[in-house]
């Protein structure tokens, strides 16, 4: 079974620009969830989706971040623009959606805003 | 603001010693999930323990909850040199609210 997949990897940018992030959940899967993790802490949830509804978004700077999943499949993250204290890994988990169930991550974006 | 806490915030061990790591949260639990994130990768779901149960085993994974004390712990015997990464609990609260992660424990196992 295919795991959860999230490109890119890596990405450098400068404050004010802005960048995507990319995500595809495992098949199946319902419920798609972005994290936010600062260097040293534990993951921070950005924002939920139930299939293609959000169920969460009450910790998502709105300002500057948006997502999207549409057809209820993959789904991009958005900064727009970046600022210093962005720079954090980005997580993407989806699990198959009751509450509490067991998340699936992958690898994860980690990004730096110079 | 992060419901489960963990304690120690680092650990480090010989390998072949057993690895003790704590978790203390504040609100009712449907259930707590322990998590491992090796250094650059993301996190990977260990075991899961439901408010309705006191101990689970999973290989070398101990975990017990002690919902009175609203604390749980995570005991790994005979460690091992791969066991070394960061582990998280995750607490999946009664009022239905998202699973919160903790700070984590860094884990080093010396060879």
């Known amino acids: 079974e295919a795991g959860v997949a999230q490109s890119p990897r890596y990405k450098i940018i400068e404050k004010r620009q802005s960048v995507a992030f990319w995500c595809n959940p495992i098949s199946g899967h319902a419920t798609l969830y972005w994290y936010q993790q600062i260097l040293g802490q534990g993951p921070k949830l950005l924002i939920q989706f139930q299939n293609n509804g959000v169920v969460d978004d009450s910790q998502l700077p709105k300002d500057r971040f948006s997502a999207e999943r549409l057809k209820g499949v993959d789904s991009t993250l958005k900064i727009q623009p970046a600022k210093l204290e962005d720079s954090a890994v980005y997580l993407c988990?989806?699990?198959?959606?009751?509450?509490?169930?067991?998340?699936?991550f992958g690898a994860g974006t980690r990004l730096s805003v110079l | 603001s992060q419901q489960g806490e963990e304690d120690p915030q680092a650990l480090s061990i010989q390998e072949g010693e057993n690895a003790t790591m704590n978790c203390s949260y504040k609100?009712?639990?449907?259930?707590l999930q322990w998590y491992r994130q090796n250094s650059g990768r993301g996190l990977v779901h260990l075991i899961l323990i439901r408010s309705n149960e006191r101990e689970k085993h999973s290989g070398r994974l101990r975990v017990t909850l002690d919902t009175s004390k609203k604390s749980s712990s995570l005991l790994i015997t005979a460690s091992r040199a791969a066991d070394t990464a960061s582990y998280f609990c995750?607490?999946?609260?009664?009022?239905?609210?998202?699973?919160?992660f903790g700070k984590g424990i860094t884990l080093s196992v010396r060879p």
């Open positions: 609100t009712s639990i449907n259930n």
């Open positions: 988990a989806s699990s198959l959606g009751a509450p509490g169930d067991i998340q699936y």
């Open positions: 995750a607490t999946d609260p009664r009022d239905n609210s998202k699973l919160t």
